[in-house]
């Protein structure tokens, strides 16, 4: 007799190996993710960039009766008279005005000018800032609502006043286009 030795039988492999397709299919999702993870972060951003745009979009001033506006002029500047004579112009297109003097405060005021208001009295001060273009605006602790424009360094009367053709501009609503809404 020949011996032959008995070895246990051996299934027969099917040659599939799942190593290679769970690698494929795990570096698949990686990929997919990474995308969607960009685009998440994209609309992100933009909707950010959106938002600090509305934030600094400025509303349009309101439309007030000049006469309903108390308002003291005040010339923060070495130029003599040039107070009083913004008093008038003013005077002559409606406004209340009252006190006309030199600048009794010690603030620095730059550029054309700057509009100066308390709490109650920021409509009228936003009203304001349309017939001095380029006057930036201070809010104070007042209680009132009376208004003060204070003439800068770089005033120029009459050239820095708006003229009436301008005011009327700036209170004509524009046309927004319809995908800029806030």
Do not use: H, K
């Not at 603030?107 to 409509?123: K, L, M, T």
Request: contains cysteine; aromatic residues 6%; negative net charge.
């Amino acid at each position: 007799m020949t011996e032959r030795s008995v070895r246990p039988a051996v299934r027969p492999r099917s040659g599939r190996r799942p190593l290679p397709p769970l690698i494929f299919l795990l570096v698949l999702a990686l990929a997919a993710g990474a995308v969607w993870w960009t685009v998440i972060q994209e609309d992100r951003a933009q909707r950010a960039e959106a938002a600090q745009a509305c934030e600094s979009a400025e509303e349009a001033p309101p439309q007030l009766d000049p006469a309903t506006v108390s308002v003291r002029v005040f010339n923060a500047t070495d130029t003599g008279g040039l107070a009083q004579s913004v008093a008038e112009d003013l005077r002559a297109r409606g406004f209340t005005v009252g006190e006309v003097a030199n600048d009794p405060t010690d603030r620095q005021v730059e550029g054309v000018g700057e509009v100066r208001y308390g709490p109650r009295g920021r409509d009228a001060a936003r009203f304001l800032a349309v017939f001095v273009p380029g006057a930036g605006t201070y809010r104070d602790t007042r209680a009132d609502a009376v208004v003060d424009i204070v003439l800068g360094p770089e005033f120029v009367f009459p050239d820095s006043m708006a003229t009436p053709e301008e005011v009327a501009a700036a209170f004509t609503p524009a046309e927004e286009e319809a995908d800029t809404a806030c």
